[in-house]
């Protein structure tokens, strides 16, 4: 959960509909000799890094790369440079070609997928600051940051109705709040731009001069009601439409109806569904950028999230999907963990839910004409990196796991093993009856939507050997894990349905924090065969955006597949354990709200 001179098109792209992209002619410059091979390009901008991945048209993975961008942090102000961005991205796309042995040629489709921080570019496309520094390269608000708690608190207290296929509220973490900010805070920086877009967005603006926006971003982060453009899913022809999807009447509500002006020309003139091709492909100079062929067929973006999602969607073991096959309902019970620096818990549903606390429903922003549910937390593996490297034992810990070439989330692990063994526990959770964690050290992003719940730690000592730091690694992975079971808890509880969990990311790397979910469910966890699933799902975009695939629907059938089974214990013993420290994770909130009216009354 991201550039500059390049002869960008100022003409308002068309809307068309799902069905009709098949239709549409997509240049492709090609020389006459390229290799017969078709390889797929996704593109991911993470908070750290960006990556690019190369896929076969068996969904295989061919090779890939990343390279680092820089990010500034000052409190609750987290920035980054579109210009680095698009840098690192140029590095990451030639080295993952160099690295796969891919040649320009071969490379069929191209999609992006990012986190959902807010660009500010302006009219020449050139970086407008949205710091306090006035540093012009810090143009990037980034998704995590948290400047606008208090004008995401005076947007819901005006109860739109657009909030409420929001989960009831804005989160400090969307779009609205963050340009209110902007506007109330920099005023010379909201006179001077003349776009504000979505990190993946102005990605695939950058790379094709076309300022068609995503349904997945505009409608998960901006209020977008996607929905009306229903009609238009099973049209056969195409329709011209400008974005309809706007509530006018909330942008005067919240103080930003100037965003309203020349048809929503700074915020989405137009909008279309993920894979959608754009303009005439990838332009020449983005494609000598890249080191790629100009005129490739580049799709509309997703949310990286959103995008490991369809990268993992349909990675179910061939029995299961033998017996589903055709039955539109299967995907509709299950739920996708997306791990990385935050963890992201996307669902689908043939009808609207709403469900308090947790985004949506919205329409066709991840699979089209399905309703998309996503809980989340807002950091999970920006938490435990942030208990181990603040921890005392950290540096020698670090300088062990280099010594033995393992990474530190590995020895910790080891060092669990050996001490489950050495003090004769029965399983290794048991470590943990002693310390409890609420990992809401970012706050609540579902199902409480609290921006101000804080982080609580029970249970600490005045041991700091890497033993006890072990132990907080792993009682911070539990209430990680607890926070999923409320999630799934809380949508199964207001109409759905789920009961099969696939996941992916960094996280889902490491057997622990796994098995460690699959227990704390209590439900198999599946695996993607290629663990790099949101380069997959924006891969996919360009499958579709090149007409390999009719639709999302098929890629996604086509190009997941599964990998490892991870089961919960058949322990009966584990799963009481469980039981009884979710208890106590449920009620450390509860004492925490309790303690904080205290407190409010104290200072009254």
Same mark, same amino acid.
């Given at each position: 959960?991201?550039?500059?001179?390049?002869?960008?098109?100022?003409?308002?792209?068309?809307?068309?509909?799902?069905?009709?992209?098949?239709?549409?002619?997509?240049?492709?410059?090609?020389?006459?000799?390229?290799?017969?091979?078709?390889?797929?390009?996704?593109?991911?901008?993470?908070?750290?890094?960006?990556?690019?991945?190369?896929?076969?048209?068996?969904?295989?993975?061919?090779?890939?790369?990343?390279?680092?961008?820089?990010?500034?942090?000052?409190?609750?102000?987290?920035?980054?440079?579109?210009?680095?961005?698009?840098?690192?991205?140029?590095?990451?796309?030639?080295?993952?070609?160099?690295?796969?042995?891919?040649?320009?040629?071969?490379?069929?489709?191209?999609?992006?997928?990012?986190?959902?921080?807010?660009?500010?570019?302006?009219?020449?496309?050139?970086?407008?600051?949205?710091?306090?520094?006035?540093?012009?390269?810090?143009?990037?608000?980034?998704?995590?940051?948290?400047?606008?708690?208090?004008?995401?608190?005076?947007?819901?207290?005006?109860?739109?109705?657009?909030?409420?296929?929001?989960?009831?509220?804005?989160?400090?973490?969307?779009?609205?709040?963050?340009?209110?900010?902007?506007?109330?805070?920099?005023?010379?920086?909201?006179?001077?731009?003349?776009?504000?877009?979505?990190?993946?967005?102005?990605?695939?603006?950058?790379?094709?001069?076309?300022?068609?926006?995503?349904?997945?971003?505009?409608?998960?982060?901006?209020?977008?009601?996607?929905?009306?453009?229903?009609?238009?899913?099973?049209?056969?022809?195409?329709?011209?439409?400008?974005?309809?999807?706007?509530?006018?009447?909330?942008?005067?509500?919240?103080?930003?109806?100037?965003?309203?002006?020349?048809?929503?020309?700074?915020?989405?003139?137009?909008?279309?569904?993920?894979?959608?091709?754009?303009?005439?492909?990838?332009?020449?100079?983005?494609?000598?950028?890249?080191?790629?062929?100009?005129?490739?067929?580049?799709?509309?973006?997703?949310?990286?999230?959103?995008?490991?999602?369809?990268?993992?969607?349909?990675?179910?073991?061939?029995?299961?999907?033998?017996?589903?096959?055709?039955?539109?309902?299967?995907?509709?019970?299950?739920?996708?963990?997306v791990c990385g620096t935050s963890t992201c818990h996307m669902a689908v549903s043939r009808s609207k839910?709403?469900?308090?606390?947790?985004?949506?429903?919205?329409?066709?922003?991840?699979?089209?004409?399905?309703?998309?549910?996503?809980?989340?937390?807002?950091?999970?593996?920006?938490?435990?990196?942030?208990?181990?490297?603040?921890?005392?034992?950290?540096?020698?810990?670090?300088?062990?796991?280099?010594?033995?070439?393992?990474?530190?989330?590995?020895?910790?692990?080891?060092?669990?093993?050996?001490?489950?063994?050495?003090?004769?526990?029965?399983?290794?959770?048991? %470590?943990? #009856?002693? +310390?409890?964690? @609420?990992?809401?050290?970012?706050?609540?992003?579902? !199902?409480?939507? &609290? $921006? =101000?719940? /804080?982080?609580?730690?029970?249970?600490?000592?005045?041991?700091?050997?890497?033993?006890?730091?072990?132990?907080?690694?792993?009682?911070?992975?539990?209430?990680?894990?607890?926070?999923?079971?409320?999630?799934?808890?809380?949508?199964?509880?207001?109409?759905?349905?789920?009961?099969?969990?696939?996941?992916?990311?960094?996280?889902?790397?490491?057997?622990?924090?796994?098995?460690?979910?699959?227990?704390?469910?209590?439900?198999?966890?599946?695996?993607?065969?290629?663990?790099?699933?949101?380069?997959?799902?924006?891969?996919?975009?360009?499958?579709?955006?090149?007409?390999?695939?009719?639709? %999302?629907? #098929?890629? +996604?059938?086509? @190009?997941?597949?599964?990998?490892?089974?991870?089961? !919960?214990?058949? &322990? $009966? =013993?584990? /799963?009481?354990?469980?039981?009884?420290?979710?208890?106590?994770?449920?009620?450390?909130?509860?004492?925490?709200?309790?303690?904080?009216?205290?407190?409010?009354?104290?200072?009254?």
């Amino acid at each position: 959960m991201s550039g500059k001179s390049r002869g960008w098109s100022e003409i308002t792209p068309l809307l068309r509909s799902r069905s009709s992209f098949l239709e549409m002619v997509t240049s492709t410059a090609t020389p006459d000799s390229a290799p017969s091979r078709s390889i797929f390009l996704g593109v991911d901008v993470g908070t750290g890094s960006a990556r690019a991945g190369l896929f076969n048209e068996d969904g295989k993975l061919l090779g890939s790369s990343s390279s680092p961008i820089q990010i500034w942090k000052d409190g609750n102000c987290v920035e980054q440079s579109s210009t680095d961005i698009w840098h690192a991205i140029c590095a990451a796309v030639k080295s993952a070609c160099s690295l796969a042995d891919v040649v320009a040629g071969e490379v069929k489709g191209l999609g992006f997928a990012a986190t959902c921080s807010l660009v500010a570019v302006d009219a020449d496309g050139s970086p407008v600051t949205v710091s306090w520094s006035g540093d012009s390269r810090r143009n990037v608000i980034v998704w995590m940051d948290h400047r606008a708690v208090e004008q995401a608190e005076r947007i819901n207290s005006r109860n739109s109705p657009v909030l409420q296929y929001c989960g009831g509220s804005l989160s400090p973490e969307m779009q609205p709040p963050k340009l209110l900010w902007v506007k109330e805070n920099l005023q010379e920086s909201w006179s001077m731009v003349f776009r504000w877009m979505d990190l993946s967005d102005w990605l695939s603006y950058r790379a094709t001069g076309d300022d068609t926006r995503s349904l997945c971003t505009t409608v998960c982060k901006w209020t977008y009601l996607g929905h009306a453009h229903m009609h238009q899913a099973s049209e056969k022809d195409s329709r011209d439409m400008e974005a309809c999807g706007w509530d006018d009447d909330f942008w005067e509500e919240i103080g930003l109806g100037d965003l309203v002006e020349g048809h929503h020309a700074k915020i989405g003139r137009s909008v279309a569904f993920p894979g959608h091709p754009l303009g005439s492909g990838l332009t020449p100079a983005a494609a000598k950028e890249l080191g790629l062929v100009a005129g490739i067929p580049v799709g509309t973006s997703l949310i990286d999230a959103h995008a490991g999602g369809v990268g993992v969607m349909e990675s179910v073991p061939q029995l299961a999907s033998d017996a589903k096959e055709g039955d539109m309902e299967a995907i509709c019970h299950r739920m996708v963990l997306v791990c990385g620096t935050s963890t992201c818990h996307m669902a689908v549903s043939r009808s609207k839910l709403f469900i308090p606390g947790v985004w949506g429903p919205f329409w066709s922003a991840m699979v089209p004409e399905y309703w998309l549910t996503e809980g989340g937390q807002s950091a999970t593996g920006a938490l435990l990196d942030h208990v181990i490297e603040n921890h005392v034992a950290s540096p020698s810990l670090a300088n062990r796991a280099a010594s033995r070439n393992i990474s530190v989330f590995e020895l910790l692990n080891k060092i669990l093993e050996t001490t489950m063994l050495d003090l004769k526990r029965p399983f290794l959770a048991s %470590l943990t #009856e002693d +310390m409890h964690v @609420l990992p809401d050290f970012h706050g609540n992003r579902s !199902p409480l939507a &609290d $921006p =101000k719940s /804080k982080g609580v730690v029970c249970g600490l000592t005045l041991d700091s050997s890497e033993k006890q730091l072990a132990l907080l690694y792993l009682a911070t992975l539990q209430g990680i894990a607890y926070g999923t079971r409320h999630i799934v808890e809380h949508c199964n509880a207001h109409g759905h349905n789920i009961d099969t969990i696939l996941a992916c990311g960094g996280l889902a790397k490491n057997p622990l924090f796994i098995q460690e979910h699959a227990d704390i469910l209590g439900c198999p966890i599946i695996l993607p065969r290629e663990s790099e699933s949101v380069l997959l799902g924006a891969a996919i975009l360009g499958a579709v955006a090149a007409r390999k695939y009719s639709g %999302l629907n #098929e890629a +996604m059938r086509a @190009l997941n597949a599964a990998g490892q089974v991870i089961h !919960p214990s058949k &322990d $009966p =013993k584990v /799963k009481k354990y469980h039981d009884a420290k979710y208890h106590i994770f449920r009620e450390l909130y509860e004492r925490q709200i309790s303690h904080r009216s205290i407190m409010a009354q104290a200072l009254a």
